[in-house]
């Protein structure tokens, strides 16, 4: 910021214009301010060079009317004294110092970077692009119909026949489509008869259970055989079978119990042997008191035969 400079010079014999604040007058030296205290200079851009004022030049004369004229000698006219420049006022002695200019702030050297943090960056960036990776290459013809095949192998009829429906608008060769039409019709075959035979196993189980209920295991063994002659074993079979021997072994060892009661060694003995041959485990013991009781009856039948001597 320029500060406020004088229009003229102080001394009235010089009186030219004064392009910059100045201590003393560049025409004619005479002092302009009083001397100010020392202040803290403001940081200012530097002055402009100074350009002297335009003389006026005077257009020629031609030499015919030139005139030799004498150049009166006039004696020097004596410099007045400079007036003297009255005090700055305490206002403007005791202005504030102008603030320097702040320096721009610069920020600290940044540390480089070590290796531990890139490698650490390129792990993250490793796991990120493991985890957003772009989903794999579109399977082709032959595995889509694997895949529907399998479908159609887990009785997912719909997902197949969607698949396949895929694979027609998709005009895939007509080697595959028949391939898989073929697949889904021998496995709608097999998944129909799987259905039937569950249904029509729930209506076994209720009507064997119901049979060993009532007392007729032999009823629930003929029921099971049929179910069997048609479907075939599998676990669940096996388990059932194993129940109704369970029951008409115990029927067998019932009608032992009775014969036993009424002192029958024959029916006693048929009894036992019937329940026998069914190996149950669960009875082994059943049908070991009732054998032991079977030989008792026969001792007691061998001893009432013999006839007592002396009679």
Same mark, same amino acid.
């Given at each position: 910021?320029?500060?406020?400079?004088?229009?003229?010079?102080?001394?009235?014999?010089?009186?030219?214009?004064?392009?910059?604040?100045?201590?003393?007058?560049?025409?004619?030296?005479?002092?302009?301010?009083?001397?100010?205290?020392?202040?803290?200079?403001?940081?200012?851009?530097?002055?402009?060079?100074?350009?002297?004022?335009?003389? #006026?030049?005077?257009?020629?004369?031609?030499?015919?009317?030139?005139?030799?004229?004498?150049?009166?000698?006039?004696?020097?006219?004596?410099?007045?004294?400079?007036?003297?420049?009255?005090?700055?006022?305490?206002?403007?002695?005791?202005?504030?110092?102008?603030?320097?200019?702040?320096?721009?702030?610069?920020?600290?050297?940044?540390? #480089?970077?070590?290796?531990?943090?890139?490698?650490?960056?390129?792990?993250?960036?490793?796991?990120?692009?493991?985890?957003?990776?772009?989903?794999?290459?579109?399977?082709?013809?032959?595995?889509?119909?694997?895949?529907?095949?399998?479908?159609?192998?887990?009785?997912?009829?719909?997902?197949?026949?969607?698949?396949?429906?895929?694979?027609?608008?998709?005009?895939? #060769?007509?080697?595959?489509?028949?391939?898989?039409?073929?697949?889904?019709?021998?496995?709608?075959?097999?998944?129909?008869?799987?259905?039937?035979?569950?249904?029509?196993?729930?209506?076994?189980?209720?009507?064997?259970?119901?049979?060993?209920?009532?007392?007729?295991?032999?009823?629930?063994?003929?029921?099971?055989?049929?179910?069997?002659?048609?479907?075939?074993?599998?676990?669940?079979?096996?388990?059932?079978?194993?129940?109704?021997?369970?029951?008409?072994?115990?029927?067998?060892?019932?009608?032992?119990?009775?014969?036993?009661?009424?002192?029958?060694?024959?029916?006693?003995?048929?009894?036992?042997?019937?329940?026998?041959?069914?190996?149950?485990?669960?009875?082994?013991?059943?049908?070991?008191?009732?054998?032991?009781?079977?030989?008792?009856?026969?001792?007691?039948?061998?001893?009432?035969?013999?006839?007592?001597?002396?009679?």
């Amino acid at each position: 910021m320029l500060e406020t400079v004088n229009d003229v010079c102080l001394n009235a014999a010089c009186g030219l214009t004064l392009p910059l604040r100045v201590v003393y007058c560049p025409f004619c030296g005479a002092r302009q301010v009083a001397q100010a205290p020392v202040l803290e200079k403001a940081v200012a851009p530097p002055p402009l060079p100074r350009m002297p004022p335009p003389v #006026p030049v005077a257009p020629p004369i031609p030499a015919s009317q030139r005139a030799p004229q004498p150049v009166p000698q006039s004696a020097p006219s004596p410099i007045p004294a400079p007036k003297p420049v009255p005090p700055a006022p305490a206002a403007a002695a005791k202005a504030p110092p102008a603030k320097p200019a702040a320096r721009g702030s610069v920020p600290p050297p940044r540390p #480089p970077v070590r290796l531990r943090t890139w490698i650490a960056a390129a792990v993250v960036l490793t796991g990120i692009w493991f985890f957003n990776k772009p989903a794999d290459k579109p399977a082709s013809v032959a595995e889509q119909v694997e895949a529907a095949t399998a479908l159609a192998a887990q009785c997912d009829l719909d997902g197949a026949r969607s698949a396949l429906a895929v694979l027609k608008s998709a005009k895939a #060769p007509a080697a595959h489509i028949k391939r898989l039409q073929a697949n889904i019709t021998k496995s709608a075959a097999t998944c129909d008869r799987q259905q039937q035979r569950a249904q029509a196993w729930l209506a076994l189980q209720g009507s064997v259970n119901q049979a060993i209920d009532a007392g007729q295991p032999e009823l629930a063994a003929t029921r099971l055989a049929v179910y069997v002659k048609r479907w075939g074993d599998d676990p669940d079979t096996l388990e059932l079978d194993a129940r109704v021997k369970v029951a008409l072994a115990s029927a067998r060892l019932d009608l032992a119990d009775a014969c036993l009661a009424r002192g029958d060694r024959v029916c006693l003995e048929s009894s036992l042997i019937a329940a026998e041959r069914y190996k149950r485990p669960e009875l082994a013991a059943r049908a070991q008191a009732l054998r032991a009781s079977l030989s008792q009856l026969l001792e007691r039948s061998l001893l009432d035969a013999v006839p007592v001597s002396g009679q």
